[in-house]
């Protein structure tokens, strides 16, 4: 069956470090990965999309990883701030052309100070 | 330039009531999705338009859900009869373009959480 697996425990991260959340799949081979952020109370906000051919993204302290072979996504916060706790969502391409979007569980992630 | 507006933002019903929420996309934007998420879930797919055209609604419990998009801009989902298992955040996402060639990001709505007793 088609799985989307995040990091089910909440990851705690001392402020100033970097946050590594992790995205695995199965039974899926997707054309793009996205990652939004979810703040409670709150609709997802789209951070940032990776496609099948890109190795990696980055855009400011964000840096994304896609391994088609692993199957994999990995989403770095550099200098992470207690700002950036929120819960953290990999979502990529299931099929019916290019628009049908399915949703992982998310990672929720804590910053302490 | 206002985002996806969604309402009501809260709603409490007693099962077997029915219930609507409203959704109003992003101007010009041609793709619409309903989400629901349960607590501690990641959202998942209820139905998706391509203006006013359903072109996926596999998800969709189609016994006592329904949902319209009429001219292609405004959505409402509905439920009739409201079950126990109905509670969860239904979110509506609008997105620019559409098809095959289409990688672009979804904007979400803040949500309408239902609450069923």
């Known amino acids: 069956s088609q799985k989307i697996e995040q990091n089910s425990e909440a990851l705690n991260i001392q402020e100033g470090k970097t946050a590594t959340l992790t995205c695995n799949y199965t039974?899926?081979?997707?054309?793009?990965l996205q990652w939004y952020r979810q703040d409670p109370g709150r609709g997802p906000v789209f951070l940032l999309l990776i496609r099948e051919n890109e190795k990696e993204k980055r855009k400011e302290r964000l840096k994304v990883t896609f391994d088609t072979t692993l199957k994999q996504s990995l989403f770095h916060i550099t200098a992470s701030q207690p700002a950036d706790s929120a819960t953290y969502l990999c979502a990529l391409n299931s099929g019916g052309g290019a628009d049908g979007l399915t949703f992982g569980k998310g990672t929720h992630l804590i910053i302490q100070p | 330039e206002a985002g996806v507006v969604q309402s009501p933002r809260y709603k409490i019903i007693e099962k077997k009531q029915p219930v609507a929420f409203w959704c109003n996309p992003i101007s010009g934007h041609n793709t619409l999705y309903w989400y629901r998420q349960n607590l501690g879930q990641g959202p998942e797919l209820l139905i998706r338009y391509e203006n006013e055209e359903a072109v996926d609604d596999s998800q969709l419990p189609k016994d006592r859900f329904s949902a319209e998009r009429l001219k292609g801009v405004d959505s409402t989902l509905k439920i009739q009869p409201a079950e126990l298992g109905d509670s969860a955040v239904y979110l509506c996402?609008?997105?620019?373009?559409?098809?095959?060639?289409?990688?672009?990001?979804?904007?979400f709505g803040e949500g309408s959480r239902l609450t069923v007793l």
């Open positions: 039974n899926y081979s997707p054309a793009y």
């Open positions: 996402a609008s997105r620019s373009g559409g098809g095959r060639a289409s990688t672009g990001e979804l904007f």
